[in-house]
């Protein structure tokens, strides 16, 4: 969500954090996550303190530009050969940084590898679990739903920029993506929901936010 608050333009994610948390705080671009439960008054007054602060240096929650912004957070980085792929370990980002420099393509690319180990993983288990196979996984570029079913190739597709949203919102939007596509009755469904995900509505109001179509039938 884009929200302007005093003449300036603020990117606003929705998490289930306590607190109003600073995901970037740039001159060219500021982001934020608000609480869900968190009036949109009251998220409003926090970010116009964090912007008085601005007079007396950045507020202290901003993470340093040396990390990488990914599911929702930042992430310190880690150089590796280019001949690996990048992954996630212990909190730390472990990538190749083409001669020491990290452009804005470089990082989108990261952030989509990223995003196709973690989904084809968790994919996987949802395999396992459920005696079923899914025969390919793509990543499309998707404003409108973070994933769709292809029946006529037996594909999941999911969006390519999903790796905006937290780790908690894309596991739930890979068991939705999966449910859906093994056809799981509603009583199967209502079982591992509440054993997997009992913040499952917050999950639901996110994707809402996030994706124009997502609740459309």
Not at 101 to 124: C, D, M, N, P, T
Request: aromatic fraction near 10%.
């Amino acid at each position: 969500m884009l929200w302007v608050v005093d003449d300036h333009e603020i990117h606003v994610l929705v998490g289930e954090e306590e607190k109003v948390g600073i995901l970037r705080w740039e001159e060219q671009k500021k982001v934020v996550q608000v609480p869900v439960r968190m009036s949109r008054a009251e998220a409003i007054w926090t970010i116009r303190n964090l912007l008085q602060e601005q007079h007396n240096g950045m507020p202290q929650d901003v993470a340093p530009a040396a990390k990488l912004e990914v599911f929702g957070t930042y992430w310190p980085i880690r150089e590796i050969s280019s001949q690996r792929t990048p992954y996630i370990q212990q909190g730390i980002v472990y990538c190749s940084i083409s001669k020491g420099r990290f452009s804005a393509s470089q990082q989108a690319k990261i952030k989509e590898e990223l995003l196709k180990v973690l989904v084809v993983r968790h994919i996987g288990d949802w395999e396992e679990r459920l005696g079923i196979l899914i025969p390919d996984i793509a990543f499309r570029k998707n404003s409108g739903r973070p994933y769709t079913i292809q029946r006529h190739t037996g594909a999941l597709s999911f969006d390519r920029e999903l790796h905006r949203l937290s780790l908690h919102t894309i596991a739930y939007c890979e068991w939705k993506a999966v449910a859906e596509y093994s056809g799981l009755g509603q009583d199967e469904q209502s079982r591992y929901i509440r054993k997997y995900f009992p913040v499952w509505k917050t999950e639901e109001k996110i994707l809402g936010y996030e994706y124009t179509t997502y609740h459309d039938n």
